[in-house]
T-cell receptor, first 114, second 110 residues
Framework: DVKVTQSSRYLVKRTGEKVFLECVQD?????MFWYRQDPGLGLRLIYF???????EKGDIPEGYSVSREKKERFSLILESASTNQTSMYLC?????????????FGSGTRLTVV | RKEVEQDPGPFNVPEGATVAFNCTYSNSASQSFFWYRQDCRKEPKLLMSVYSSGNEDGRFTAQLNRASQYISLLIRDSKLSDSATYLC???????????FGRGTSLIVHP
């Protein structure tokens, strides 16, 4: 089974801190995604990557950046955390050659910015 | 029109009931469709892909109607453990980028 691992389940950070959320997948997937999920808003795409060192903005990239130095790891960076970035963050990966297999998610990081 | 729309519910049904959810999508070029299940405070998990000819997995049946641009999920003989939020997922046009619906909440009661 594909496994997607997010480094932290819960995080509490202060306003203005730089925050790193890490995601690692172990099935050699090319595509990786970062979403945030908020009540009533569903999952919203922040950034995605289809290859090492490649990144594309999603629907809500403001206030975030990403890094993909290795195929298995996709990091989300909050440059200066703000309270409106309190959310559940979900990482996912997929194989472009097998879209019928869907997307596999990590267990999520619940971030609280105080 | 939103890219992917679902009735948020909740759908409140007794055990053993049959329940159906629909999901409409706006991009006629979309090629990949899925249903995901999400339990409270957990990550979404793939329930089933949706194929053009329709497909079944046990008590679950998924169908695609390209002409009307919707997919459906039918759950027969509902169990208490089916209580969850069901997310419709559609790829954007011909890309691999998924768009998620906001989910339909199902509550199965004794």
């Amino acid at each position: 089974d594909v496994k997607v691992t997010q480094s932290s389940r819960y995080l509490v950070k202060r306003t203005g801190e730089k925050v790193f959320l890490e995601c690692v997948q172990d099935m050699d997937h090319e595509n990786m995604f970062w979403y945030r999920q908020d009540p009533g808003l569903g999952l919203r795409l922040i950034y995605f990557s289809y290859d090492v060192k490649m990144k594309e903005k999603g629907d809500i990239p403001e206030g975030y950046s990403v890094s993909r130095e290795k195929k298995e790891r996709f990091s989300l960076i909050l440059e200066s955390a703000s309270t409106n970035q309190t959310s559940m963050y979900l990482c996912a990966s997929s194989n472009p050659g097998g879209q019928s297999y869907g997307y596999t998610f990590g267990s999520g990081t619940r971030l609280t910015v105080v | 029109r939103k890219e992917v729309e679902q009735d948020p519910g909740p759908f409140n049904v007794p055990e053993g009931a049959t329940v159906a959810f629909n999901c409409t999508y706006s991009n006629s070029a979309s090629q990949s469709f899925f249903w995901y299940r999400q339990d409270c405070r957990k990550e979404p998990k793939l329930l089933m892909s949706v194929y053009s000819s329709g497909n079944e997995d046990g008590r679950f049946t998924a169908q695609l109607n390209r002409a009307s641009q919707y997919i459906s999920l039918l759950i027969r003989d509902s169990k208490l453990s089916d209580s969850a939020t069901y997310l419709c997922v559609v790829n954007r046009g011909g890309s691999y980028i998924p768009t998620f619906g906001r989910g339909t909440s199902l509550i199965v009661h004794p």
